[in-house]
C-alpha cells in the first residue's frame, strides 16, 4: 500500500468516531420509528364470473364486453369519490375517500381456459372495518353488474321495439305506393300485355275479314309497336325515336280497300295506346315491387332481432346469463398484514451506515492541515531540492 493511500486512510478513520455515532443516531431512530408505525390489517374477498348458463345462438345484436372489461367498468364505477364517500357512511366510518381509494385494490386475473376471478383487497388499522368494506365492495359489484346487464337488455329491447315501427311504418308507404301505382293505372300494367295482344290480333283478323283497311307490310308493324314504346319512354327529338320515324315513313303505306266501314277502328286505336304506356309502367312497377321486397326484408330483420333482444332480456332478468358470485368473503383478519418492520429495519441499518461513511468521507476531505511534504508543495506551488526528515527519537 503506498503512502497516499495510508495518509488517506488515515484522515478517515479520524472521523470515524463522528461517523459512528451519526450511524448510530440513524439506527436508533430507525428503530424507534419502527416502533411507532402502527400495525395494519388486510382483508380479502373474492368473487368469480360464471359463464352463461342460457345462450341465444340466434342473437343477432352485439356480444357482450368481455368478463375482464366489465369488471374494471365496474371499478372505475364505484372508485369515485361519491361512492366511496357513501361506503364510508354506510359503515359509519369518518376515514376520507382519498385515504379509502388508497387502500382499495382490486386484482382481476383472467386467461385462456381459466376462470375469471376478481379478489378485493382492502387494508386498515382496524380489521374489522377492512373486512366490512370488502364485503360491501362485493356486494356493490354484484349490484352493478347486474344493472349493467339489464340495463345494457332493456336499452337493446326498447331500440328494436323503434327500430320495428319505424319498419313497419317504411314498409306501409312501400305498400300504399304500390297499390296506389296499380290503382291508378289499371289497365296499363305489364300482366295486360298478353290480354291487349290477344284482342288486337283478334280485331286486325274481324278487319281483314270484314274487308277494312289491314296493313300488308309486317315490317311496317314492327316499327310502329316499337315506335309507340320508345315515345313512351323518350323525347320526340330523342335519336331512337326518330330513326324509328324516319325507317317508317320509308315503309310502303298500309293498303285501303274500299269497302265500306263495318267496324270503328277506335278500339286498336285505344289498344295500341295502352300498349304504348305499358313499357314505362313496367319500369315504375318493378321500382315500387323493389322497394317494397326491401322494406319488407328489412321489416322482417327488425322483428328478428327485436325476438332475440327479447330472449337476450329474459335471460337477464333471470339471471341465467353470465353472472358473477362471491366465492369467499372477507373476515376480519387475526394476524396484522403490515408494516414490514424487518425491511424497513434493514433500509435504516443500511441508510444510516451510509451516511456515517459519507460523513467521516466528507470531513477527511475539507480537513486543510498541512500535514506531509507534499500538502507543502501542493499548497506553494514549489518544488523543493530535498526533503529532510525529522529524527527519530532515540
Not at 54 to 71: F, G, I, P
Not at 205 to 233: H, I, Y
Amino acid at each position: 500500500m503506498n503512502a497516499a493511500l495510508k495518509y488517506w486512510r488515515w484522515k478517515v478513520l479520524r472521523q470515524a468516531p463522528m461517523g459512528m455515532i451519526i450511524a448510530g443516531t440513524g439506527i436508533a431512530a430507525t428503530v424507534f420509528g419502527a416502533q411507532l408505525l402502527p400495525d395494519h390489517y388486510t382483508a380479502k374477498t373474492r368473487l368469480l364470473v360464471e359463464a352463461t348458463s342460457v345462450t341465444n345462438t340466434n342473437r343477432l345484436t352485439a356480444e357482450s364486453l368481455h368478463h375482464a372489461a366489465q369488471l374494471q367498468s365496474i371499478e372505475a364505477r364505484l372508485m369515485t369519490q361519491p361512492k366511496l364517500a357513501a361506503l364510508a357512511q354506510e359503515l359509519d366510518s369518518d376515514t376520507d375517500p382519498v385515504d379509502l381509494q388508497e387502500a382499495i385494490k382490486f386484482d382481476t386475473s383472467s386467461g385462456r381456459g381459466k376462470p375469471t376471478t376478481l379478489e378485493i383487497s382492502v387494508t386498515d388499522a382496524d380489521g374489522a372495518f377492512a373486512a366490512a368494506a370488502a364485503n360491501s365492495l362485493a356486494e356493490r359489484v354484484l349490484s352493478e353488474h347486474s344493472q349493467i346487464k339489464t340495463g345494457r337488455a332493456e336499452s337493446a329491447l326498447t331500440f328494436f321495439r323503434e327500430e320495428v315501427a319505424d319498419q313497419e311504418l317504411r314498409l306501409e308507404r312501400a305498400f300504399s305506393d304500390l297499390l296506389a301505382f296499380k290503382q291508378t293505372h289499371a289497365g296499363a300494367l305489364p300482366d295486360d300485355a298478353p290480354r291487349y295482344h290477344d284482342q288486337r290480333k283478334a280485331l286486325l283478323l274481324q278487319r281483314a275479314s270484314k274487308g277494312l283497311s289491314v296493313s300488308t307490310d309486317p315490317n311496317r308493324d314492327r316499327l310502329e309497336s316499337e315506335l309507340r314504346s320508345a315515345s313512351a319512354l323518350y323525347s320526340n327529338q330523342h335519336p331512337r325515336v326518330r330513326s324509328l320515324a324516319s325507317q317508317l315513313d320509308r315503309t310502303d303505306p298500309p293498303i285501303e280497300t274500299t269497302a265500306p266501314k263495318l267496324m270503328n277502328s277506335s278500339d286498336i286505336t285505344q289498344i295500341d295506346a295502352a300498349l304504348a304506356l305499358i313499357p314505362a309502367n313496367t319500369l315504375r312497377l318493378e321500382a315500387l315491387e323493389n322497394a317494397h321486397a326491401l322494406a319488407l326484408s328489412q321489416y322482417e330483420d327488425a322483428v328478428a332481432r327485436l325476438e332475440d333482444a327479447a330472449v337476450d332480456e329474459r335471460i337477464a332478468l333471470t339471471a341465467k346469463g353470465d353472472r358473477i358470485s362471491v366465492v369467499e368473503a372477507a373476515l376480519p383478519p387475526e394476524l396484522p398484514t403490515g408494516p414490514r418492520r424487518k425491511i424497513f429495519l434493514a433500509l435504516g441499518v443500511v441508510l444510516s451506515c451510509m451516511l456515517g461513511c459519507a460523513f467521516a468521507i466528507l470531513r477527511a476531505r475539507a480537513d486543510q492541515v498541512l500535514r506531509r511534504p507534499q500538502d507543502l508543495i501542493n499548497s506553494l506551488q514549489i518544488k523543493p531540492y530535498a526533503v529532510i526528515p525529522l529524527p527519530r527519537p532515540t
